[in-house]
């Protein structure tokens, strides 16, 4: 189930990238990828949906565009009408909101509009970046996706606000499954009592529920299998880090219960910083780079739903 999205008639794939906090590099990784797949021939449009701090622009090297997601929401220009010419073939992008546009002010009916002018975008792929935290629009921009991706980098606090991001997606997404289909009451009355029913995580949870009836057992089976999470672990600064994404993806088993995917690792490079420093795109500036072969390995994995699985001694494959 995707919330208030039909997809019939879907002409592209919507990836949404999020993250527990700020500093991971998501926006990097979001323009990286979509640079990297734009070279290949795929047809890719960029969707800046940090309403708080939109800078997606600055990492694909243009300057800020005078239209942005401020103009759709408050003046009602069709999304691809927004769609700017990022210098990069097939490449464009949809700037965030540069004035004060903030994503709690964004109300029900624009979010179900927004999301339609999503899919009604002529392309291959929609990147979205999306603004770091679990606030509930971006959680169900997050959901809106057909590929989940969320980048952590190697810091305790990272991978703690990684995994409340996760949680808190999985349980929005389980709690509006159940709404839709007039289940709301059992779902709060059997999250009201958890701790008198042995609930002590959302995988316990999703146990207890799928015993309440057949019925509820089929929804969840049916409508929670597309809950479709990639990894991807950023700014690795030694061997150890890569370990991180089999850890998040170990925990996503044991207390969710659903299986994500590792997709890829980068490691840190200081020429990244500098290239956002000077507004230039570091997969046109360094296309040889070991990054640029990461965020390339990460791409194809992503687009062909691959993972890459760790050795013990920390090589990938």
Same mark, same amino acid.
């Given at each position: 189930?995707?919330?208030?999205?039909?997809?019939?008639?879907?002409?592209?794939?919507?990836?949404?990238?999020?993250?527990?906090?700020?500093?991971?590099?998501?926006?990097?990784?979001?323009?990286?990828?979509?640079?990297?797949?734009?070279?290949?021939?795929?047809?890719?449009?960029?969707?800046?949906?940090?309403?708080?701090?939109?800078?997606?622009?600055?990492?694909?090297?243009?300057?800020?565009?005078?239209?942005?997601?401020?103009?759709?929401?408050?003046?009602?220009?069709?999304?691809?009408?927004?769609?700017?010419?990022?210098?990069?073939?097939?490449?464009?992008?949809?700037?965030?909101?540069?004035?004060?546009?903030?994503?709690?002010?964004?109300?029900?009916? %624009?979010?179900?509009?927004?999301?339609?002018?999503?899919?009604?975008?002529?392309? $291959?792929?929609?990147?979205?970046?999306?603004?770091?935290?679990?606030?509930?629009?971006?959680? $169900?921009?997050?959901?809106?996706?057909?590929?989940?991706?969320?980048?952590?980098?190697?810091?305790?606090?990272?991978?703690?606000?990684?995994?409340?991001?996760?949680?808190?997606?999985?349980? =929005?997404?389980?709690?509006?499954?159940?709404?839709?289909?007039?289940?709301?009451?059992?779902?709060?009355?059997?999250?009201?009592? =958890?701790?008198?029913?042995?609930?002590?995580?959302?995988?316990?949870?999703?146990?207890?529920?799928?015993?309440?009836?057949?019925?509820?057992?089929?929804?969840?089976?049916?409508?929670?299998?597309?809950?479709?999470?990639?990894?991807?672990?950023? %700014?690795?600064?030694?061997? %150890?880090?890569?370990?991180?994404?089999?850890?998040?993806?170990?925990?996503?088993?044991?207390?969710?219960?659903?299986?994500?995917?590792?997709?890829?690792?980068?490691?840190?490079?200081?020429?990244?910083?500098?290239?956002?420093? =000077?507004?230039?795109?570091?997969?046109?500036?360094?296309?040889?780079?070991?990054?640029?072969?990461?965020?390339?390995?990460?791409?194809?994995?992503?687009?062909?739903?691959?993972?890459?699985?760790?050795?013990?001694?920390?090589?990938?494959?």
């Amino acid at each position: 189930m995707k919330d208030n999205v039909t997809h019939k008639n879907k002409k592209c794939e919507v990836w949404a990238v999020g993250s527990g906090k700020g500093g991971t590099g998501k926006s990097f990784i979001t323009s990286s990828i979509g640079i990297h797949l734009a070279s290949k021939g795929k047809k890719i449009v960029l969707v800046d949906a940090d309403f708080g701090a939109a800078n997606l622009h600055t990492f694909v090297g243009v300057g800020k565009p005078q239209n942005s997601l401020t103009d759709f929401f408050e003046k009602k220009t069709p999304l691809k009408d927004l769609v700017v010419n990022c210098g990069v073939s097939d490449l464009g992008l949809v700037a965030g909101s540069m004035r004060s546009f903030e994503a709690e002010n964004i109300k029900s009916q %624009q979010k179900v509009k927004f999301f339609k002018h999503i899919n009604q975008i002529e392309t $291959d792929i929609i990147l979205i970046d999306l603004g770091a935290g679990s606030h509930f629009n971006t959680m $169900d921009t997050f959901l809106l996706a057909d590929k989940m991706i969320v980048v952590v980098a190697p810091e305790l606090t990272a991978i703690e606000n990684l995994y409340q991001f996760i949680k808190s997606a999985f349980f =929005r997404k389980l709690r509006l499954v159940l709404d839709a289909h007039g289940l709301k009451t059992t779902f709060q009355e059997t999250w009201k009592d =958890r701790e008198a029913r042995g609930i002590k995580s959302l995988k316990d949870l999703i146990e207890y529920l799928i015993c309440v009836s057949p019925q509820v057992r089929d929804i969840i089976s049916r409508e929670m299998s597309d809950f479709n999470l990639h990894i991807v672990v950023n %700014q690795m600064r030694n061997g %150890q880090d890569v370990f991180i994404g089999s850890s998040v993806k170990s925990i996503c088993m044991k207390f969710l219960g659903f299986n994500a995917r590792y997709s890829g690792s980068v490691e840190y490079d200081e020429s990244v910083t500098r290239c956002i420093n =000077r507004k230039q795109p570091f997969m046109v500036t360094y296309p040889s780079s070991p990054v640029a072969r990461a965020i390339g390995k990460l791409s194809e994995n992503l687009l062909e739903g691959k993972e890459i699985i760790i050795g013990k001694n920390g090589s990938a494959y």
